[in-house]
């Protein structure tokens, strides 16, 4: 743009651009700006990049806890059928005992099962978890054993079987 | 990925926007100098012009004002709502009651006894300079403002301005001789 009738204007103007070439923005515009930005793109990061290395090992450890105690629970049920499946071996009730000398699938799947009369001494009870006394040591129980059709033992009913 | 004087605005922007700290510094460090320069000529006040810049860039970074890079380039859309800013500032003073007037001739639109710009501008001719231009019309203010110091184009005045480029040339021409009127003027009343 020519400008013949405002000769000197166009070099005062020059002047003023030249003078306020160096002229910026007071820091402290840049500084709360950049707080700001700070402040905004914290509330919008997602929770977990939020979180420091503190919280990140609070929240691992928190997490093996709780892996662990729900395996336990989950794991405890079998525990407890393995425990009451070993109990039932030995099963004691009014003065008698039924002791199972072999699995229970094992004594259902036996074809021709045979039922023997016998005595055993008390002191060989001991070994599958009866209680033995000194006083009654020396004892014989009166017992009812289950054999297999090839003689061997699948269970033993002992009866008249006194912890006293 | 590194920020380098030739990254465009519109990657600054997409990357201020995914929360780059460093994208956001330099679209400002980058649009600031000339932002303000403006806003301190448009309002010759050192507080405005600062507080509108900061107010420019917070729009954009809290997504309030939606720049639209299909619609014109960073620093155009920056003037213009500078120019808003300012605009809007001037109607809120009109309304409040008028201060007591200083003692000095040119009170008519104060600078800030702070302000960076009585501080810099040492030479005589570039204060009187600015002085006639902040008596100028607010909108012929704009359009001498625009093209003779920050060399924009009728048609970017155009779009920072909402205006035609018609009424564009025509307020820069008004303001030119109003200006070189009052330089003229404060010519002759100087011993």
Redesign the interface.
């Known amino acids: 743009?020519h400008?013949d009738?405002?000769p000197?204007?166009d070099h005062?103007?020059a002047?003023?651009?030249?003078?306020?070439a160096?002229?910026?923005?007071?820091h402290?515009?840049?500084k709360?700006?950049?707080q700001?930005?700070?402040a905004?793109?914290a509330q919008?990061?997602p929770w977990y990049r939020r979180l420091g290395l503190l919280e990140w090992s609070a929240a691992g450890i928190g997490g093996l806890v709780t892996v662990a105690v729900l395996g336990l629970l989950l794991v405890s049920p079998h525990l407890a059928n393995r425990l009451h499946e070993s109990n039932a071996l030995v099963r004691i009730d009014n003065g008698g005992a039924f002791i199972a000398l072999d699995s229970f699938e094992r004594i259902d799947a036996e074809p021709a099962p045979r039922l023997v009369e016998t005595e055993v001494p008390r002191t060989m009870l001991a070994a599958l978890g009866l209680p033995v006394t000194p006083e009654n040591a020396g004892d014989a129980v009166r017992a009812e054993m289950l054999v297999g059709a090839g003689g061997e033992p699948l269970a033993l009913r002992l009866s008249s079987l006194s912890f006293n | 990925m590194t920020i380098t004087p030739t990254t465009s605005d519109t990657d600054l922007l997409r990357r201020m926007r995914a929360g780059d700290a460093q994208a956001f510094a330099a679209l400002y460090r980058r649009h600031q100098g000339p932002l303000y320069r403006f806003a301190l000529l448009r309002s010759g006040s050192a507080d405005t012009a600062a507080d509108t810049v900061q107010e420019a860039f917070m729009g954009l970074l809290s997504g309030r004002l939606a720049f639209d890079p299909l619609r014109g380039a960073l620093p155009h859309f920056l003037f213009g709502v500078a120019r808003l800013l300012i605009l809007k500032q001037e109607a809120a003073r009109r309304r409040e009651p008028p201060l007591p007037e200083p003692d000095e001739d040119d009170s008519e639109l104060a600078c800030d006894e702070a302000c960076p710009l009585a501080r810099v501008l040492a030479i005589e001719a570039a204060e009187e300079v600015r002085r006639a231009l902040s008596r100028l019309a607010p909108h012929y203010r704009d359009a001498v403002i625009l093209y003779e110091l920050h060399d924009l184009s009728y048609g970017e005045i155009a779009t920072i301005c909402a205006i035609d480029i018609g009424t564009v040339r025509s307020r820069l021409a008004r303001g030119r001789v109003a200006l070189a009127k009052a330089l003229r003027a404060h010519a002759l009343d100087t011993p």
Do not use: K, N
Not at chain 1, 15 to 20: A, E, F, P, Y
Not at chain 1, 22 to 26: A, E, L, Q, V, Y
């Open positions: 743009m400008h009738d405002t000197d204007l005062q103007l002047q003023l651009r030249s003078g306020m160096g002229i910026d923005t007071p402290c515009v840049e709360e700006l950049m700001a930005f700070a905004q793109f919008r990061q």
